[in-house]
């Protein structure tokens, strides 16, 4: 194909029209929710990693339409969705024409990584699908300093190798080579090694993992570090399973949703619950709407107000009722379930959780007033999550 | 007789920093004559209202030179205008009307407790806001709202920040449904302050009866309009209760005290089971005893 002027310049305006709605969508602000679902939903690789580890069709008839068009694609047009529409691309090509022609990373490695999230997958834990690029494009709706910077990184990268990250790197990318019908054969002849290797490790790692996950939880337990509230509807092995696309914790209204800060390796940089200022919403299901992966599964307001994902203990020797005897119930106040049940001493009312009430919301820890020694009432996960059935 | 000290603050002129160490204590000269209190009874609410503003404009209304309105009504909670969470939208809507048809301007601040997307929203204030073209604005978002003050009367809270429309209102109206509440024991127009003060968090750790009486001897509406149209006696301040009463009706008065114990007595046998109006009786920041009031009660 010759690529005239006029092409070439048609092709970067769409390029860059296509980058500003990905930015756009995945900042979000005044859009409607399910907008932010859509730059990560468009990956066929997320789509069938995720559906393989889940051992279910996660996505419905809807959000199964854009990534299998995008594979469709790829199958007669090899990477036409990375020249034309991939906003991770387009941002590594600007530098394309000022960019020195060094080869620093000579070895391809997409392959290897591919094998892994799909060696993985079938285990049950996708690891790396956090790489694909649009899930790496979503996270940009959040500030965080580790995966925040890897955009900024290969950026620079780009500017001695140009675009080494689509060439090199891709698992997407090379999912749509071996999607070519073109290209596929020699595509996987070439790279049967990494084949064999990323199955292997990407399968290995996978199964040591759970281990690992147990190791390191006794290490919370002597840190006494608190394990992490999962948004509602958080499937059991939410931390292998979420890709870390961030678009629940840019869409949570009142903003509790945040990013795990230490922890666990399985649980690097999780989106996890945290109640400072409020709890979650009773009727509000942005996030299980959002989710592209299935980690939080998309369920209804009924369902998800009846959804218990962790359950408040009050500490009473910091507790403004029980210790220091003022009238607060502040928890009780805040609490939407009246899972707080009042225990008068004298005059002064005493917050106790009824556990077969108490959903985890943690609008009581949100609110709680106490000063002495932190709050007073925490939220100690659930999981897995069950339906409450005492509500009504 | 009354908005002592927020209209003295006004006068003062000293929004922001606020001296006002040399303000007047609160007056209790003012009991000699027995405070009038208003209680409309009856099913419809908008006639109760009617009725309600009928008597506020035979009383003065909101003042000679009024221009500005702002009231205080309670949305703080993602609860619908039955659950009794929130003052009723329709009493909402006839104040609303009334005022604006005498050219005054009303806005209405207001700090909620869950995100004010939802409980504006659900409690049906917003809709009525807006169909009246009125601004409500939600100082949880707006915290360059709150201006600095001193309570000259205050015991235990001394200084608070208080949301600036009310202090540069010509009139503030404190119109909050009734309810019980877990630790206020019942919220009426004192606790419903808590809903224009910043630091409100820190009233429970201070003393939560204290610090309501001691800033509603700073904040005294022009007129209190107490919603016991229908009211939770259990679970509150969100519920949904289970324990729901239906007094169909409104408690007026310039004094907000006396408006409170009013209220009180639908819930209790005396007023003092309220622990901040005990306080407000001794501090002598407005009448509790209705043997001291002029009841009017007027059937709609």
């Not at chain 1, 020195?100 to 391809?108: D, Y």
């Not at chain 1, 989710?291 to 209804?300: D, E, L, M, V």
């Given at each position: 194909m010759v690529k005239t002027p006029k092409r070439t310049w048609l092709k970067w305006m769409v390029r860059l029209l296509i980058l500003a709605a990905a930015l756009f969508f995945v900042i979000g602000g005044p859009l409607p929710a399910w907008m932010g679902r859509i730059v990560p939903a468009f990956s066929p690789l997320t789509l069938f990693a995720e559906s393989i580890s889940q051992r279910t069709w996660y996505a419905g008839l809807f959000w199964s339409i854009p990534p299998l068009v995008v594979l469709l694609l790829a199958v007669f047009k090899g990477r036409f969705f990375c020249q034309w529409i991939c906003p991770l691309g387009t941002l590594y090509a600007l530098p394309v024409k000022i960019s020195?022609?060094?080869?620093?990373?000579?070895?391809?490695i997409n392959a290897l990584i591919f094998w892994i999230i799909l060696g993985g997958a079938v285990i049950g834990a996708p690891l790396l699908l956090w790489l694909d690029p649009l899930s790496t494009v979503s996270r940009l709706g959040v500030w965080t300093l580790g995966p925040g910077l890897l955009i900024p990184l290969f950026l620079l990268f780009s500017f001695f190798q140009p675009q080494v990250w689509c060439t090199h790197l891709c698992s997407l990318g090379y999912c749509f080579d071996l999607a070519n019908r073109k290209t596929s054969k020699a595509v996987f002849r070439r790279d049967r090694r990494q084949f064999i290797a990323g199955l292997g490790l990407g399968a290995g790692a996978a199964a040591i993992l759970p281990a690992l996950r147990r190791g390191s939880g006794q290490d919370i337990g002597k840190n006494q570090q608190k394990s992490s509230v999962l948004p509602p509807g958080a499937i059991g092995n939410f931390a292998e399973i979420c890709t870390r696309c961030y678009a629940c914790v840019n869409i949570c209204p009142v903003e509790i949703i945040k990013v795990k800060k230490g922890g666990p390796l399985n649980e690097l940089a999780m989106p996890e619950l945290v109640f400072e200022e409020y709890g979650c919403e009773e009727s509000c299901n942005l996030c299980a709407q959002v989710?592209?992966?299935?980690?939080?599964?998309?369920?209804?307001h009924d369902r998800k107000w009846r959804t218990q994902i962790g359950v408040a203990k009050v500490e009473r020797e910091k507790c403004l009722g029980w210790t220091d005897n003022q009238y607060c119930m502040v928890c009780d106040e805040y609490c939407p379930y009246n899972a707080i049940t009042t225990k008068m001493r004298g005059n002064i009312p005493c917050p106790i959780v009824d556990p077969t009430l108490c959903r985890g919301c943690g609008a009581c820890e949100g609110a709680c007033p106490a000063t002495r020694e932190g709050k007073a009432i925490f939220v100690h996960p659930v999981q897995p999550q069950r339906q409450l059935k005492g509500l009504s | 007789m009354q908005k002592l000290t927020r209209r003295e603050f006004v006068k003062a002129g000293a929004l922001g920093t606020a001296a006002l160490a040399a303000a007047p204590a609160v007056s209790t000269a003012a009991a000699k004559d027995k405070t009038d209190v208003w209680v409309f009874e009856g099913e419809s609410n908008r006639a109760l209202m009617e009725a309600c503003m009928k008597t506020i404009y035979e009383n003065g209304g909101f003042g000679p030179n009024a221009k500005k309105v702002a009231l205080k009504v309670n949305a703080a909670w993602d609860r619908t205008p039955e659950q009794a969470a929130n003052t009723h939208p329709e009493l909402v809507d006839v104040f609303l009307e009334k005022v604006i048809e005498t050219g005054v301007k009303v806005v209405m601040p207001e700090l909620p407790c869950q995100r004010a997307g939802k409980s504006f929203v659900s409690s049906g204030l917003q809709a009525v806001a807006d169909k009246h073209k009125v601004k409500m604005i939600d100082l949880k978002k707006e915290k360059r709202e709150f201006v600095d003050i001193e309570i000259p009367g205050g015991k235990t809270l001394k200084k608070e920040r208080v949301a600036r429309d009310f202090l540069e209102a010509d009139a503030v109206v404190n119109m909050p449904v009734a309810k019980h509440h877990g630790g206020g024991t019942l919220t009426m127009c004192m606790k419903n302050w808590m809903g224009a003060a910043e630091g409100r968090k820190f009233w429970h750790v201070k003393g939560l009866h204290q610090c309501i009486a001691d800033f509603s001897s700073f904040m005294k509406p022009t007129w209190a309009i107490i919603d016991a149209t229908r009211c939770m006696?259990?679970?509150?301040?969100q519920g949904p209760s289970e324990d729901m009463i239906y007094p169909h009706q409104l408690i007026v008065s310039q004094d907000q005290v006396a408006a409170d114990s009013v209220a009180a007595l639908l819930f209790h046998d005396s007023p003092y089971k309220v622990n901040y109006l005990e306080i407000a009786r001794d501090m002598g920041i407005g009448e509790t005893e209705t043997s001291n009031m002029n009841i009017h009660r007027i059937t709609v």
């Open positions: 020195r022609k060094t080869k620093i990373l000579q070895i391809r989710c592209p992966t299935g980690a939080i599964r998309s369920i209804h | 006696t259990s679970r509150g301040p």
